[in-house]
């Protein structure tokens, strides 16, 4: 699982191309060319960030239920958590982690994606 960002990657070429120039080296098309793989493949830095109970929510939900069901659940649910609660005060954050398939963990910074469907 990868879990680097854009910006990661972006680091990462700009690492390697100091060391190139500080052994007298250069960077040629192969290596550009690398990088630009690895940047199109990552994650964008701007990830949703959300609570660990609203992630393990998700989680569960993404795969037996659609977004508006989940959005329809926190705001008419039977009893409203801290947990639901957040999701309906955050329905733009929560979205966009659901359609992303992966978010930030509130507190831990850790990368968390949705394993893909069998």
Partial sequence: MMNETKRDVFED???ALADAQASGGNIGHQDAN???A???AALPDDLPVIPQTVG???QSAHVQDNLLGVLDTAKNGYKLSET???IIANQNTFA??????VWRVEGTGEIVKLEAEK
């Fill in 96 to 101: 966009r982690a659901w359609l992303l398939g």
């Fill in 56 to 58: 393990e929510i998700l």
């Fill in 38 to 40: 690895e940047y199109e």
């Fill in 84 to 86: 639901l609660a957040w």
């Fill in 34 to 36: 690398l990088f630009m």
């Fill in 13 to 15: 070429a700009i690492d």
